[in-house]
């Protein structure tokens, strides 16, 4: 009975690094995604209080209408605030600018050190009249 005694552990090398590759590809799958669907909800959420802000018009009547600024912040910052988010707020004449940011912590990709990613997204929303 012939026993090979040269080739053992050969294999356990090729295993560990296959093993990290595929660690890795699957961190990036799925932080990558998690990172990606955190950048369309924020862009959800600043288009939507743009909107929110955007209906804060004063002089509807005269036919000069334009936003009240004041209203038109709080009501995009009350939206933001009901939905957990930050961000920032700018108000123009007829223009209402909305940026959210968002933090989005990571799963595999803390084994390599990243263990957060931020996002933000930016949306604008202007009054119009038909």
């Given at each position: 009975?012939?026993?090979w ?45 743009a909107?929110?802000?955007a ?14 600024p ?6 995009a ?17 007829n223009?209402i ?5 968002s ?21 604008s ?6």
């Amino acid at each position: 009975m012939a026993t090979w005694r040269g080739d053992r552990g050969s294999v356990t090398g090729f295993v560990v690094i296959i093993t990290l590759i595929v660690l890795s590809c699957g961190g990036l799958a799925v932080d990558g995604a998690r990172v990606v669907a955190a950048k369309v909800s924020a862009a959800d959420h600043a288009e939507n209080a743009a909107r929110a802000g955007a209906q804060e018009i004063v002089s509807l009547r005269g036919g000069n209408w334009s936003l009240d600024p004041g209203r038109a912040s709080n009501t995009a910052y009350a939206y933001l605030a009901s939905h957990g988010l930050s961000g920032t707020v700018t108000v123009s004449v007829n223009r209402i600018t909305v940026t959210v940011r968002s933090t989005v912590s990571t799963t595999l990709l803390r084994l390599v050190g990243v263990s957060s990613k931020t996002v933000s997204a930016t949306r604008s929303s202007e009054p119009i009249s038909q």
